[in-house]
């Protein structure tokens, strides 16, 4: 197995990793305290992001490739 290690401060090289971040910060915005975040906010956010359509997944949800065995295209 291949293992690809990005360049610190580089974020173009770790474009999905970025854009995940982004999706986070729209649920908690940087400066929030975690500490006071419950783990049922915490399953909802997640809940939300794995049902929401991918152009990348051909609009499909990570939810439904990842349960389908479906490859991304």
């Known amino acids: 197995m291949e293992f690809y290690f990005a360049t610190p401060y580089h974020s173009w090289e770790r474009g999905l990793n970025e854009h995940t971040n982004g999706l986070v910060r729209e649920y908690f915005p940087k400066g929030t305290d975690l500490s006071r975040v419950t783990a049922l906010v915490v399953q909802q956010v ?4 794995n049902h929401r359509p991918r152009k990348v997944l051909d609009y499909r ?6 349960h389908a065995g479906l490859s991304p295209p």
Do not use: A, C, H, I
Not at 61 to 66: A, G, I, L, R, S
């Open 61 to 66: 949800t990570p939810f439904e490739v990842f």
């Open 46 to 49: 997640e809940d939300r992001l």
